[in-house]
């Protein structure tokens, strides 16, 4: 319910940032993103930890988790979320591999997962939680090029290179709403 409601936040910062066209404020939706993602990792490993580690049908959500941190951060923060994903699935198969009695903790019918199985599982995951974020970045940035050449083409004339005149008018706009503030 916190995780829901922390997301409700972030989209109503993130809505409202967007509509005021201030990008000092941007920064703190983006510091906001950041820790969104943090704490969705923490409850992911939560999931995954009580429907049973190793053998949870919720582990490939980890690739998913990836998938959205390389569109909301940068490609360095992209892999160290990746690289924390899968130190947080390590942790949960070690403790899911030492077959703690006083866990409650439910392994279905599997029984309690094996140090070489938890340490299979996790590179298979490594190594597909590693290109997801490759790839994934790489689309990323691609298209936020081709989105800033677009911008560009849109806003200059094509023969002089000047700015035209819609560029002019939204400009014309923020520094009105600027100077009635």
Do not use: K
């Not at 582990?59 to 992209?78: D, G, K, Q």
């Not at 009695?101 to 298979?124: E, F, M, N, Q």
């Amino acid at each position: 319910m916190t995780i829901a409601l922390y997301n409700i936040a972030f989209e109503i910062d993130h809505w409202w940032c967007v509509r005021a066209g201030e990008c000092a404020e941007m920064d703190r939706v983006y510091r906001s993103a950041n820790v969104q993602i943090d704490v969705d990792l923490v409850a992911l490993s939560a999931l995954v930890f009580f429907t049973g580690g190793p053998y949870s049908p919720f582990t490939l959500l980890y690739v998913l988790h990836t998938i959205t941190a390389a569109f909301l951060l940068s490609r360095f923060e992209t892999f160290l979320q990746a690289t924390l994903a899968l130190g947080l699935f390590a942790a949960v198969g070690v403790v899911h591999a030492s077959s703690l009695d006083w866990l409650p903790v439910s392994t279905g019918s599997w029984g309690t997962p094996s140090i070489p199985y938890t340490t299979t599982v996790l590179a298979g995951l490594a190594l597909t939680v590693y290109g997801v974020a490759w790839l994934s970045t790489l689309l990323v940035q691609r298209n936020r090029e081709t989105t800033d050449q677009l911008q560009a083409r849109v806003n200059t004339d094509g023969l002089t290179g000047l700015f035209n005149y819609g560029y002019f008018a939204a400009q014309l706009e923020i520094e009105m709403q600027r100077a009635r503030r």
